[in-house]
């Protein structure tokens, strides 16, 4: 006898959908970046899960509500108020349970600095945020799915 788990029950507990990335957390204080990178991600698609918080502080707060299931990938801008990405990162790796966590940093700032902080802080990827949908889909279709 086969038995059919709903694919939202397999999500609840493993947080992925037929071993998939499926589940993200976004953090940028900028609601025409954030509508710019969910675009992005439907693109890639559609069954993709983001929640998105306005800065660092409300992403750490997401990140330790044990209703969620760790997202597979979480992203930050650089730049936030309250607390900004490398610092929300800093934060994150203090935290035993999310230590692990892949932490994708991006900003619309170029220097070298800010990707080596990046690096140096434990971030999993630095990147420049593109200014077309089609090549933020592209590089995220690059460092999530392969």
Do not use: W
């Amino acid at each position: 006898m086969r038995f059919h788990v709903p694919v939202i029950y397999l999500y609840a507990l493993t947080g992925k959908i037929m071993g998939r990335p499926s589940f993200f957390l976004l953090a940028d204080d900028d609601e025409d970046d954030r509508q710019f990178f969910l675009e992005a991600l439907r693109s890639i698609d559609p069954g993709i899960e983001c929640i998105t918080a306005k800065n660092g502080k409300e992403a750490l707060t997401l990140l330790q509500n044990d209703f969620f299931a760790a997202p597979d990938f979480v992203f930050l801008d650089l730049n936030m108020p309250m607390m900004n990405g490398i610092k929300c990162l800093e934060e994150i790796k203090k935290i035993p349970a999310l230590a692990e966590l892949r932490v994708v940093l991006y900003s619309t700032t170029s220097e070298k600095e800010f990707e080596e902080q990046s690096k140096k802080a434990g971030a999993y990827a630095f990147f420049v945020k593109p200014t077309r949908t089609t090549e933020l889909a592209d590089y995220l279709r690059r460092l999530v799915f392969s």
